[in-house]
C-alpha cells in the first residue's frame, strides 16, 4: 500500500517544499527550488531550460534576473517525484557585482611595471557577439606605426564598480636614439565567456603593451 504525504499535489499541480540559495565568488546566485508533484505530471511539468524565474516558480518571492539552468527528479512514495530545480542569475533587480581583479605573476610580461598581467572576471549582460566584438567597454585605440594600423581596447578604469589597477606609466609616443616607442599601458589580451542563465561570466586579460620602431 503507498504512503500517503500530507500536502500531496493535485493533478497538474507542484509544491514548493523549500528553496536553497548559494552564492559564487563573482556575484552570480544559484536557487536551488524543491517541489513536490505527481510522477504521472513530470513530463509536464518539467521547466524548459531558461526560462525565467518569474515564469515557473509558485514563490511568492519572484525574481526576474534568474533563469533555469538544470534540474533534477528523484521518486518517492505514494506515486510522487521530487523535482529540483535550479535557477542561476541574481536576486536583485538592478546592477552588477563588482568584478574580480587577480594580479597574475607572469615572466617578461613587464614592460614599466611588474612581471604580471591583470584578470577580471564579472558578470555581464551583453550577448555573446557583444562581448566578442568589446571586451570590458573600455577604449578602442589604435596600435601600430604604419598606414595599416591595428586596434586594441585599453583597459578602463573601472569594471563593475571595481576600481581597476593604473597603468605603471602613462601612454606616451616619443622618439630617441633613432627609435620610435608607442606605449599605450595595459591593453586586452584575451577574452573568455561563459553563458549562465541570461548573463555571462566573462573574463578579460590585460597586459602592457608597445609598438618599437627602429628608425633609418
Known sequence: MSAVIVGSPSSGKKVLRRAEFTTERNGLETLNEI?????????TLKPEFAVLHKDFSTNSTKYERMSVEN??????DGDLTEMNVTFVGLTNSIGLPFA??????????????????????????????????NGCGGQIIETGFFITKGS????????????MPQNPRAPFHK???????????????????????????ART????????????
Do not use: H
Open 35 to 43: 517541489y513536490t508533484i505527481r510522477t504521472a505530471d513530470r513530463a
Open 71 to 76: 534540474f533534477s527528479f528523484r521518486e518517492i
Open 100 to 133: 574580480i581583479v587577480r594580479l597574475i605573476p607572469t615572466p617578461g610580461a613587464g614592460i614599466y611595471g611588474p612581471n604580471m598581467v591583470i584578470e577580471a572576471e564579472f558578470l555581464t549582460d551583453k550577448t555573446e557577439t557583444q562581448f566578442i566584438e
Open 152 to 163: 586594441a581596447i585599453a583597459m578602463p578604469s573601472e569594471i563593475n564598480g571595481k576600481t
Open 175 to 201: 622618439a630617441a636614439g633613432g627609435v620610435s616607442e608607442k606605449y599605450y599601458g595595459y591593453l586586452q589580451q584575451s577574452i573568455a565567456c561563459e553563458r549562465r542563465g541570461i548573463f555571462l561570466v
Open 205 to 216: 586579460v590585460f597586459a602592457e603593451s608597445r609598438d618599437i620602431l627602429t628608425l633609418i
